[in-house]
């Protein structure tokens, strides 16, 4: 009886004790949105650091794929929440072994910098990605807004994926981060849309 006694004031020991936060999470800094002609761009800053098995790992030539995802809607008491905009964004951090230097990718566009610190830094700062097209319909309610970032474990190579399943040393994402945007109906008319300029009468 002694042991199960035991046992059990240890078992509630573990379920009310916090869990400390992993060394590899990601924390979303800041998040904000700001009308532009185009619509709404996203800026954010994410904080963390890369586990030394993924530094190992990128450093010998595996690209790590990084994804920031982005949702935009608003809550409905009747229904389902209605899902307004959705965007992803996949960032690409390669070593490149002939320049001794690492790459940052993004579409076409393409970074070198000297030490994976310097790669890092810009990859924790996202500056102006147009998430909302401007032709998306607002209604005058307020809307929320989430976003995180996380490493895609899928486009690492295969037995990487299986090392994933079990490693944490191979994991790193951060929870996603919730926001309110305040009724964003108007937007900035494009600058073909604006009233053309009148000079003075002759």
């Known amino acids: 009886m002694r042991r199960i006694a035991l046992l059990a004031a240890a078992l509630v020991a573990l379920t009310t004790e ?3 936060a992993r060394a590899s999470d990601i924390e979303v800094r800041e998040a904000a949105l700001r009308a532009v002609e185009d619509g709404l761009v996203l800026d954010a800053d994410f904080a963390f650091e890369l586990t030394p098995r993924l530094s190992e790992v990128v450093s010998n030539g595996v690209p790590l794929y990084f ?10 008491w009747y229904w389902f929440d209605e899902r307004t905009a959705s ?6 951090l390669s070593y490149h072994a002939l320049s001794r230097q690492y790459r940052l990718s993004t579409g076409l566009l393409q970074q070198s910098f000297a030490s994976l610190d310097d790669a890092l830094n810009v990859l924790k700062r996202v ?5 909302v097209d401007r032709t998306v319909a607002f209604a005058d309610v307020d809307y929320d807004a989430a976003v995180r970032l996380r490493l895609d474990t899928n486009q690492l ?8 399943l079990t490693s944490r040393e191979l994991q790193i994402e951060s929870p996603w981060k919730r926001f309110a945007l305040r009724s964003p109906r108007q937007l900035p008319a494009p600058v073909e849309a604006r009233e053309p300029h009148k000079g003075p009468a002759r």
Do not use: I, T
């Not at 994804?67 to 409905?76: A, C, I, M, N, Y």
């Not at 965007?87 to 690409?92: E, I, K, M, N």
């Not at 500056?127 to 998430?131: E, T």
């Open 18 to 20: 916090p869990v400390p």
């Open 67 to 76: 994804v920031v995802e982005f949702e935009l809607g608003r809550p409905r």
């Open 157 to 164: 190579p295969k037995p990487f994926q299986l090392s994933a």
């Open 127 to 131: 500056r102006g990605w147009l998430v």
């Open 87 to 92: 965007a992803r964004l996949q960032l690409r």
